[in-house]
């Protein structure tokens, strides 16, 4: 019931039938598909990348771009995709929202989330930094070079981060007052729409290298045959359900 974006994130808080989300690709699934097909064709990614051509023509229009010319379409078309990847959080998954832990329980529950996130992160790191030592024993003196550094700088990034997370601990996380959980409720709900957002802009990344792209004909089809009467369709199956309900 509205078209302001915090209010239909505000919404997508609550739960169905007590424990599914309502998160709108369980209201609208078509909604979403249709929604997410036609950002793929506003953002200009495969399988609608037409205006390219790079397989056909090397790349496109770019081919007459270099240096910051060419930098600046890239960095354009790649913003374009963090803006939809924002979009389909934000319509369709619920933004901010963390699924059965609304902003009231992640403040009651801070303390113990938080230090269960430092000791997570501190073993994952841990983990992380003994796969980059087995690296480093394996590939020793293998390239001659600044290559063979790699892996112990990993590791050493990765105990650094280990370090920082376990030194967390010692500051009693699970004590915090009202002002830090409101900080830390904040954080997570934070890190949670960034996630979704990294979430589709990998999916972007990965339709890219795996499906064909369209011909002009069968765009076309697709989004007068296919796309327009669905949507048109969900939009009166929805209003009908919504003035019955």
Not at 49 to 57: F, T
Not at 67 to 83: D, G, I, P, R, T
Not at 98 to 112: D, F, N, Q, S
Not at 147 to 168: I, S
């Amino acid at each position: 019931s509205s078209f302001r974006l915090p209010e239909i994130v505000a919404g997508q808080g609550e739960l169905i039938w007590g424990f599914l989300p309502k998160w709108g690709v369980v209201i609208q699934p078509l909604g979403f598909v249709l929604f997410l097909t036609a950002v793929f064709a506003e953002t200009n990614r495969n399988p609608f990348d037409l205006p390219e051509g790079e397989s056909e023509i090397v790349a496109g229009y770019h081919l007459e771009y270099s240096s910051l010319k060419f930098a600046l379409f890239f960095m354009a078309e790649y913003c374009h995709m963090v803006v939809g990847a924002a979009l389909i959080s934000a319509l369709y998954f619920g933004g901010y929202q963390i699924p059965w832990l609304p902003r009231p329980t992640l403040e009651a529950h801070a303390g113990v989330l938080l230090t269960i996130k430092l000791v997570a992160m501190t073993l994952f790191s841990l983990f992380v930094a003994l796969l980059f030592l087995r690296r480093a024993q394996k590939e020793r003196n293998k390239f001659g070079d600044a290559r063979d550094r790699e892996p112990v700088l990993g590791m050493l990034f990765w105990l650094a981060l280990a370090a920082a997370a376990g030194g967390g601990l010692l500051l009693r996380p699970w004590a915090i007052g009202p002002v830090g959980a409101d900080l830390v409720a904040s954080i997570f709900q934070v890190l949670a729409f960034v996630s979704k957002v990294v979430f589709f802009a990998w999916l972007f990344i990965c339709v890219r290298w795996t499906l064909p792209r369209f011909r002009y004909d069968q765009l076309m089809s697709l989004g007068w045959k296919v796309m327009l009467p669905l949507g048109l369709a969900n939009l009166v199956v929805t209003a009908i359900v919504m003035a019955l309900v």
